[in-house]
């Protein structure tokens, strides 16, 4: 059956992909507390990001690390926070936010509306950004 987002690397379901390699997927929530809120998965479905090899943990992080700075480059902000909550959907996965203020991080805030126009918009800047030193 496979997870949401199993089905969105996939290409099953539509996405607002921001980064790819062989091994992870990132792309912006559609439900985000900021602009830049997005999520950064590996492609093979692993419910609980500790059950991850140390290889692959690695290698996961770096792959956000590398993420979080092209967001930086697009949207204006002091950090980029990250979290890691893994309740939601049974398949590992890096919030990776925007933040001025702790506040920004509390994920009981309601999300920013934005148009498919913007979303799209955006995950090509911070796409152009990816490979940037």
């Known amino acids: ?23 992870f997927y990132a792309f912006l929530d559609i439900r985000p507390l900021a602009k830049g809120h997005t999520l950064v998965v590996p492609k093979v479905e692993i419910d609980y990001i500790f059950d991850l090899g140390d290889e692959q943990l690695s290698s ?7 993420v979080a700075h092209a967001i930086e480059r697009v949207v204006p902000c002091k950090r980029i926070g990250m979290s890691v909550i893994g309740l939601e959907v049974p398949h590992a996965h890096i ?21 498919p126009e913007e979303m799209t918009q955006l995950a090509t800047d911070i796409a152009n950004q990816f490979d940037r030193k």
């Open 1 to 23: 059956m496979g997870s949401i987002f199993s089905k969105i690397i996939a290409g099953e379901i539509p996405s607002y992909k921001v980064a790819e390699d062989e091994h």
């Open 60 to 66: 996961y992080i770096l792959f956000a690390r590398k």
């Open 95 to 115: 919030h990776l936010l925007p933040i001025r203020s702790v506040s920004d991080m509390n994920f009981s805030n309601p999300p920013l509306q934005m148009s």
